[in-house]
């Protein structure tokens, strides 16, 4: 059976961050799960690089578009092998393989009359490559959902594609085939979308020469994304490449749903006038949003550093976390919060504490060799039926793209196994000689549990899987999907080696700390240049814009009294303060460490911002702000004269 999958390409005009790696990583998780299937499998991913966008991204730049999407697709190829993504091809659209297909589409559908001359009159929405009429335009911007940026208006020569022609064929051949379109809301979307009537798309552009020439007319550029959704076939060497005849009609083309209308209604019609076979599924997935709510994107300047991230958690945490937290159908949220929290919690916590517990068992009381099961009873049967059950299910999560159900399914298992070593409790086992027996179907139970989540896990995690496996003591032909439903696989005499902790718990602040300390020297060789240049006192903070009464109103000021104070471990600056506030007690986390001593603090009235939005500092949370008056090096916490109540409103 083949496995032809892909992702989109994606536009080279920023590096890859954490949503572009989601697909990446979800289609390579498909991909490993189908090899250890045994299935013929063949991964594509890539570049659109001949996009309006980078040549206004290159024009800003004052750079050659070459050399900057050169530069950029290094980024994505060196991510792309920081997370294992085991893609057999990366197509980048400039290589002249692609260009040859392209013009050769182009030509047939010319030939066949799909293809005519005409002028374009409307809008173009650069960021999204998307043409627009009038009529479809929100307030006059880009009705995309997560765009609303200006549009521009167009007015130039252009081939246009007989879409129109297509509209009946396609929704039928959509009604016809139900699973064509997933899920079924992006299905139901598309319909409607088709059902509102197609029009003819513009396939050409003559105001920029960046892209590929039409054949017959060069002064035109092929639109991008007709040019794009090319590589699918011309990576295969359509239309008569080996390639292209073992694994066209693609089994799935995965992406995000911003772009399911182009391979849901456009790649389709492109197929069907050329006598194609369509693709079996587009499937679109969600999106990863930010904190804040807006999804994650280049545009939006939300997006943190991958490579800064891997280097921080590993690759298979991202990977964990991103398969894990999207779950099917709707958008996942992405913070450095959660990953560090399921980091902590399930990989460390769960998976990699019940790997080392159970492996230093096996070396404390038998060598590290793992014995033979003698005496099964019913809890290693519910065991071994549950192992069987989980793997049914991570099954059908995976074919139904649900990565984060399957994991869900395996973490059963996962909380099972560390259950299982509470009630069998083998350190009491151990001290009764006449249990040894049973302490031996323990320990080996343990053993091909650690075998099978190595198993179970390499579709997600395969740098995790290698250290399961070298910690148990088995090679890489313990990599068999088969094998994972079966329980008594281990043969006699093997020897665990005890290794480093799978997933070492992670503190958050630890970077933070990191961070403060690359901003501190920053800072103090700042300082060092300011006070250099005038050693008269420090110049007071100019009075800030005007505001209104209504403003200052939105300030909730009250008297609060200091009940406890300390320091915060590993920071020279903050100061973690117990106040009471109105008979309730709440913490703050002040940067003042270095002005009062704790026990200064204790006791006095001061006066808080109430109203401030909580935030974590250091992993503490904040809820409100401490007023101080500062002038060059002094500081002076605001305190009051004679006692008030506290929770007193300060106006
Ligand atoms: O659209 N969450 O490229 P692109 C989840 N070149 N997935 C996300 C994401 C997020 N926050 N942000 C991006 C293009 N993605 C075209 C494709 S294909 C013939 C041409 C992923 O660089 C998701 O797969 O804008 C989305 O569809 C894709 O990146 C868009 O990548």
């Known amino acids: 059976m083949k496995y032809y999958i892909t992702t989109p390409i994606f536009y080279p005009n920023a590096s890859p961050h954490i949503g572009t790696a989601y697909t990446t990583v979800a289609a390579d998780a498909f991909a490993r799960y ?13 570049t659109d690089e001949n996009a309006q966008k980078i040549v206004r991204t290159t024009q800003e730049k004052g750079m050659d578009p070459k050399d900057y999407v050169d530069e950029v697709v290094e980024a994505f190829k060196a991510l792309w092998e920081q997370l294992d993504i085991t893609h057999d091809d990366f197509i980048r659209t400039t290589e002249e393989r692609h260009h040859v297909v392209v013009k050769d589409i182009f030509n047939k559908l010319y030939e066949k009359g799909d293809i005519y001359k005409s002028e374009y009159e409307g809008w173009y929405c650069t960021p999204c490559e998307t043409f ?35 509209q009946d064929q396609l929704l039928q051949y ?31 552009r003559t105001t ?46 995965l992406m995000g749903k911003d772009i399911v209308r182009f391979h849901a209604v456009i790649w389709p019609i492109v197929l069907m006038a050329l006598d194609i076979p369509l693709p079996k599924l587009v499937y679109g997935h969600g999106w990863y949003l930010s904190k804040e709510g807006g999804k994650i994107s ?58 080392s517990r159970s492996l230093a068992m096996i070396v404390k009381y038998r060598d590290g060799i793992i014995p033979v099961a003698t005496q ?83 579709p997600f995690m395969p740098k995790t899987t290698k250290k399961i496996f070298a910690q148990l003591g088995v090679g890489e032909e313990a990599l068999n999907w088969e094998e994972a439903k079966k329980w008594d ?77 300390e320091k915060v471990p590993k920071t020279d600056k903050l100061l973690k303060l117990e106040i009471e506030v109105g008979g309730k007690t709440r913490t703050i986390v002040s940067g003042i460490a270095q002005h009062y001593a704790p026990e200064d603090l204790i006791g006095k009235q001061v006066v808080i911002v109430a109203n401030l939005k909580p935030a974590k500092l250091r992993g503490i949370l904040s809820e409100g702000m401490i007023l101080a008056a500062s002038h060059g090096e002094t500081l002076e916490v605001l305190t009051l004269d004679k006692e008030i109540s506290t929770g007193a409103q300060v106006t």
């Open 34 to 46: 189908h090899r250890l299937k045994g299935h013929d499998v063949y991964f594509l991913t890539g």
């Open 132 to 166: 627009w009429a009038e009529n479809k335009l929100e307030d006059g911007k880009c009705p995309n959902q997560d765009c609303h940026r200006d549009v521009e208006l167009l007015k130039e020569e252009s081939y246009f594609f007989k879409m129109s022609k297509y």
């Open 174 to 204: 959509i009604k016809d085939n139900p699973d064509f379109i997933q899920p079924v809301s992006r299905r139901n979307e598309m319909i409607k979308f088709i059902e509102g009537g197609l029009e003819d798309l513009c396939v050409s």
């Open 208 to 253: 920029f020469q960046w892209g590929i020439q039409v054949p017959f007319d060069p002064k035109h550029v092929v639109y991008v994304w007709l040019d794009a959704l090319i590589n699918y076939i011309s990576a295969l060497g359509y239309p008569d490449g080996e390639l292209y005849k073992r694994y066209w009609p693609a089994d799935i083309h």
């Open 298 to 355: 280049k545009s939006r300047g939300n997006v943190q550093d991958s490579f800064e991230l891997i280097r921080r958690y590993g690759s298979d945490a991202i990977r964990y976390f991103l398969l894990r937290e999207m779950q099917v159908g709707t958008d996942g949220a992405y913070s450095e919060d959660s990953l560090v929290e399921r980091l902590n919690s399930d990989l460390a916590n769960d998976l990699g504490n019940f790997v």
């Open 376 to 458: 099964l009873t019913a809890i290693e049967e519910e065991i071994q039926a549950l192992g069987q059950e989980v793997i049914l299910k991570i099954e059908e999560c995976l074919e139904a793209h649900d990565p984060a159900g399957a994991l869900e399914h395996l973490w059963r298992l996962v909380s099972r196994m560390n259950k299982y070593v509470d009630e069998t409790a083998p350190w009491q086992l151990a001290k009764d000689e006449s249990q040894g027996e049973r302490l031996n179907t323990v320990l080996h139970t343990f053993g091909e549990a650690i075998r099978i989540l190595g198993i179970l896990c390499s």
């Open 489 to 565: 696989v281990l043969g006699e005499g093997i020897k665990v080696q005890r290794g480093e902790p799978l997933f070492p718990r992670v503190d958050l602040s630890q970077f933070e700390v990191e961070e403060d300390k690359a901003e501190e020297k920053a800072s103090a060789k700042k300082k060092s240049a300011e006070k250099a240049s005038s050693d008269s006192e420090a110049s007071l903070a100019p009075i800030k814009e005007e505001i209104t009464i209504d403003d200052f109103a939105k300030i909730d000021l009250r008297v609060a009294k200091v009940l406890q104070a």
